[in-house]
């Protein structure tokens, strides 16, 4: 076993065995406007639901140095945003929009995807995703270290959006979600085998 002082690592290196480690996560596309109204889209995997009631997600975005990135921006100054799941389908459309542009310039459009309008967020949502959560800005928290940060940010869902086929009696079929996984670096995984376990009394 080698155990190892995160305080004698890297920044990179922390991010190696800590995303190398805490995997498969599933990947948030999140969908936000900047002031002129602008459409964003960028994904993030440091993402997962925080409570069920009420309903939470969260999602953790870095800082570029001392800069928001452009979602975290919008987030925090419009208060809305929507979050896609990634699947089978969008992964490479949603791989491709991780680069970076301009602030007034669109991935989503570069990308191919297509935006529509929201029931309770002036954000568009994107039509090629089986689940999407219309989220309002909950709580934003700040975790600095030396000259960078993260902004942890809380969304409440306030619409769901699921398609046909993956909507069964209230609950998501998972085979038909066909959900991607994000491992580490350049690698992605597809659902694999699946078992069930009795839980103990
Ligand atoms: C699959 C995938 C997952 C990612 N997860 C995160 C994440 O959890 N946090 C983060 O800050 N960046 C993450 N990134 C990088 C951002 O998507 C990237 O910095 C993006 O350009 C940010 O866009 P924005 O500046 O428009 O917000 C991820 C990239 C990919 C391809």
Redesign the pocket.
């Known amino acids: 076993m080698k155990s190892i002082d995160p305080k004698s690592l890297s920044k990179r290196e922390n991010y190696g065995l800590l995303a190398g480690a805490i995997l498969p996560r599933p ?1 948030a596309f999140v969908t936000s406007i900047n002031k002129d109204g602008v459409l ?8 997962n639901v925080v409570s069920s009631e009420p309903p939470l997600i969260s ?4 800082r ?1 140095g001392t800069e928001k ?4 921006r919008n987030i925090l100054e419009q208060g809305e945003f929507v979050v896609h799941i990634t699947d089978e389908l969008n992964v490479k459309a ?2 491709d929009t ?3 542009l301009p602030p007034n310039e669109s ?1 989503i459009e570069k990308v191919g995807l297509t935006p529509v309008k929201s029931d309770l967020v002036k954000v568009p949502g994107l039509k090629e995703a089986p689940v999407r959560f219309e989220c309002k800005l909950e709580k934003h928290l700040t975790f600095e270290e030396g000259e960078t940060a993260t902004d942890f940010i809380v969304g409440r869902v306030v619409q769901y959006h699921v398609a046909e086929n993956v909507y069964n009696d209230g609950k998501i079929d998972v085979s038909e979600m066909k959900p991607i996984g ?1 491992l580490s670096g350049k690698d992605y995984m597809k659902l694999g085998e699946i078992f069930s376990l009795e839980r103990p009394e």
């Not at 990135?69 to 975290?72: G, I, P, S």
């Open positions: 990947i964003n889209g960028a994904p993030f995997s440091f993402f999602i953790s975005i870095g570029k990135k452009d979602t975290a949603v791989n991780a680069m970076n991935e994000r």
